[in-house]
């Protein structure tokens, strides 16, 4: 009974937190309420309707980015498995087959309304549960600060395998010019989702890495819940893959081949505690669960696992990171072996 009450507030933590920052990115861009397609009415439509350019909820869990310039983004539907073309502002302009979409995305950039990716590219990749969202603070904060393209992937966190999220990871670094550098900032299952994709792919344009909270050891939280159906609900096959599965699947996980640091998360709050993990943790994983061999700077930081990156502290380590390969000087690097 204990394991079950906490299973359930800590999804009621990460889906409160989850709405919370969806709240403050719809306070940026105000819509109207009978422009919203919800869900439900995306999945049932016809990819063979006619296209109706009108305000969409921006993806959630069902939408999986596979091409991404400009604030544009061609998706992919976990279920059906249409596709749709949406601008910076979530509004659809063209959905149905991927060759539809393509043809549109292409002629969008030829009358300049996309433009071109800059010499820096850094693509940030959410965790399970969590939407593109929930990455908005860092992608806000790095947008202002480094001279560069930052790609905020969606992808159906809870609805598929972590291969597919690596696949659609691919895609999208397949339509990145070869002269581009490319670093990637994941926070929890989105640096698995990395690690898996280094598994089947090699790409020497990618420099950088930034782990955010990662269950690099898997989770010993989450295999406490792994065999309850409202664990396998909320957290879905992927969910099962790094709790149940995880020995199974490290083996599928490869040490990124390029210079990665680590930032751990410590619960700041004395009273909010997770008493079911041994050791300092963020209320999800332990700091121990998200050491790998061979990353080249680690900190741990005071603030909790779904606000990690909403943390200024841990902004301003990503950044200095993403610039000079350690989160603040070069002699105060704290490597693993």
């Known amino acids: 009974m204990k394991y ?28 109207n309420p009978q422009e919203q397609s919800s869900p439900l009415a995306d999945i049932i439509k016809s990819p063979l309707h006619f296209n109706l ?7 959630k869990q069902y939408w999986t980015d596979l091409r991404i310039q400009d604030g544009y983004r061609i998706q992919q539907h976990t279920i059906t498995k249409h596709y749709r073309l949406l601008d910076p502002k979530d509004i659809r302009h063209q959905w149905g087959t991927l060759k539809k979409c393509e043809v549109t ?20 990749l959410h965790g399970i549960i969590r939407t593109r969202g929930s990455m908005d603070p860092m992608d806000k904060y790095l947008r202002g600060r480094i001279a560069g393209s930052v790609l905020n992937m969606a992808y159906a966190s809870t609805r598929d395998t972590l291969e597919h999220h690596a696949e659609a ?15 990637f900032v994941g ?34 939280l989450g295999t406490m819940f792994h065999d309850y159906q409202l664990f396998e ?25 390029c210079e990665f640091g680590i930032i ?45 990156m909403a943390n200024t502290e841990v902004q301003r380590f990503t950044y200095l990171f993403l610039r000079r390969g350690y989160f603040e000087t070069a002699t105060t690097r704290t490597s693993l072996k």
């Open 264 to 308: 751990a998360g410590i619960s700041p709050n004395k009273i909010l505690q997770n008493n079911l993990l041994e050791g300092p943790n963020d209320l999800v994983v332990t700091v121990e669960e998200t050491k790998l061999a061979g990353a080249i700077d680690f900190r741990s930081v005071n603030t909790t696992h779904t606000r990690i």
């Open 105 to 124: 995305f292409n002629r969008f950039i030829e009358a300049g309304h996309i433009r071109p990716y800059k010499k820096q590219v850094i693509i940030l």
């Open 169 to 183: 990871l691919h895609s999208i670094l397949a339509h990145i010019p070869n002269e581009c550098d490319i670093s």
């Open 233 to 257: 609900t909320v957290w879905g096959i992927s969910g099962q893959e790094i709790t149940a599965g995880f020995e199974s699947l490290k083996t599928k996980l490869a040490v990124p081949p």
């Open 53 to 59: 350019r009108t305000k969409t909820s921006g993806g």
């Open 4 to 31: 079950l009450l906490t299973l359930l507030l800590f999804s009621y933590v990460i889906s409160c937190d989850a709405l919370l920052l969806q709240g403050q990115q719809n306070e940026e861009h105000p819509e």
């Open 187 to 220: 926070h929890s299952m989105g640096n698995l989702v990395i690690r898996r994709f280094f598994h089947r792919w090699k790409d020497p344009r990618i420099t950088r890495v930034v782990m955010l909270a990662p269950p690099n050891q898997g989770s010993a």
